[in-house]
Structure formats: structure tokens, C-alpha cells
């Protein structure tokens, strides 16, 4: 099955620096990559996605990467703010049937955003 | 549009119980997915309902089960709990097709004692 691999596990930065947390996944197939916000006692939140057929999105200060070749993909947020202090997840899955619906994880970065 | 909600939030159990959580999903969703969530294993996938239907299971042992409604709500029921199934169990909601996205409810926070 799919692997996903998160690093790092720990992330603290300055309030307005810049944080950047990556993800590699082993299975070719995997084609949807999203990236969830936990923050305490929440589920995850949604806060941007991308698909196989896109190299890069971005969402005012939140922008996602995938290399698909070297089966990466990365999230990037500029000027950090307090209130992004949570535990971020990276996430795969893929068209085949036998794994519909399914989102393999990463196990998960706590960031930190100091004022 | 309301989201996915979870009850109960939260439930306290002895081992050899069993327990039933509920997830409404998101309106016009089709697709519930279960969760569970631990510090030692992070987020693990349970089983996935579609129309009714179980469409994809993880690698959780029988006494976890599940089943959807018309109504697209699901259950899942976990029979003689033991002390490791304490988590925090999340279900997500879809349209259910490839690659849309699954949007999580609150969770409920199960411990067994």
C-alpha cells in the first residue's frame, strides 16, 4: 500500500518567517494530495489541496508543490502568524478502486509560530 | 451548508463493551470514511461507505464495523473494547468520486478504562 513520510515532526519559527514542511509518497498511482490544519481538540480542516496534473497552487500566504517524478510534494506558508500554530497532516490517495475514499497520512507536523 | 458532524464528542468505556458512534455527513455527500486517530499510530484509515455500501476497509481486526443508512448517516460499532481502542475517531465526508475532498467532522474521543 501507500506510504506517506512527513518531515519534520516539529517546526518552530519566528512570527513572519516562513515554514516549510515536506512530504514523499511511494505509490505512482497516488494522484490527489491535501493537506489538513488539526488544531487542538478539532478535527482536521482543509486547508489546500492539489492534484497530479498540477505542479504548484497557492493560497494567499499557503502554497503547495509536487514533484511527481521524485514523488514529493511540499507545503510552504510565508509571513506565519500565531494563530497557524497547529499540527499540520500531508495526505495521498489514488483513483483505483480498491483504495476509493482512502487518504494515507503523514504522521503529522507540529508547527510553532513564536511572536 | 452545515458540516459533518460527530456524536457522541466524547464516551467513556470499560473493556468488553461496545460502543456505537454516529456521522452525519455534509448535505448531498455520499461517501463516509472512519478514522481512527492515536498519538502512537497517527491516522488510520477504518473503512469507507458509498451508497450503502462498504467500498474500501482498512486493516482494523472484525470488531470494528460499520454501515450506512439511505440517509447517507453512518455508524460504526466497536464490540468487547479493549484498552488500545482509547482514540479519537474522525469521520470525513465526500461526494465520493476520485480525488474530491473528504472533509472532516469533530470527532469523538473514546477511552476505555
Known amino acids: 500500500g501507500e506510504n506517506v513520510e512527513q518531515h519534520p515532526s516539529t517546526l518552530s519559527v519566528q512570527e513572519g518567517d516562513s515554514a516549510v514542511i515536506k512530504c514523499t509518497y511511494s505509490?505512482?498511482?497516488?494522484?490527489?494530495f491535501p493537506w489538513y490544519k488539526q488544531e487542538l481538540g478539532k478535527g482536521p480542516q482543509l486547508i489546500i489541496d492539489?492534484?497530479?496534473?498540477?505542479g504548484e497552487k497557492k493560497d494567499q500566504r499557503i502554497a503547495v508543490t509536487l514533484n511527481k517524478t521524485a514523488k514529493h510534494f511540499s507545503l510552504h506558508i510565508t509571513e506565519t502568524q500565531p494563530e497557524d500554530s497547529a499540527v499540520y497532516f500531508c495526505a495521498a490517495s489514488s483513483n483505483r478502486g480498491s483504495t476509493l475514499g482512502r487518504l494515507y497520512f503523514g504522521r503529522g507536523t507540529q508547527l510553532t509560530v513564536w511572536p | 451548508k452545515a458540516g459533518v458532524t460527530q456524536t457522541p464528542r466524547y464516551l467513556i468505556k470499560t473493556r468488553g463493551q461496545q460502543v456505537t458512534l454516529s456521522c452525519s455527513p455534509i448535505?448531498?455527500?455520499?461517501?463516509v470514511s472512519w478514522y481512527q486517530q492515536t498519538p502512537g499510530q497517527g491516522l488510520q484509515f477504518l473503512f469507507e461507505y458509498f451508497s450503502e455500501t462498504q467500498r474500501n476497509k482498512g486493516n482494523f481486526p472484525g470488531r470494528f464495523s460499520g454501515r450506512q443508512f439511505s440517509n447517507s448517516r453512518s455508524e460504526m460499532n466497536v464490540s468487547t473494547l479493549e484498552l488500545g481502542d482509547s482514540a479519537l475517531y474522525l469521520c470525513?465526508?465526500?461526494?465520493?468520486?476520485?480525488?474530491?475532498?473528504?472533509?472532516f467532522g469533530p470527532g469523538t474521543r473514546l477511552l476505555v478504562l
Open positions: 505509490d505512482s498511482a497516488s494522484n490527489y
Open positions: 492539489i492534484r497530479s496534473n498540477v
Open positions: 448535505s448531498g455527500h455520499r461517501s
Open positions: 470525513a465526508s465526500s461526494l465520493g468520486q476520485a480525488q474530491e475532498t473528504q472533509y
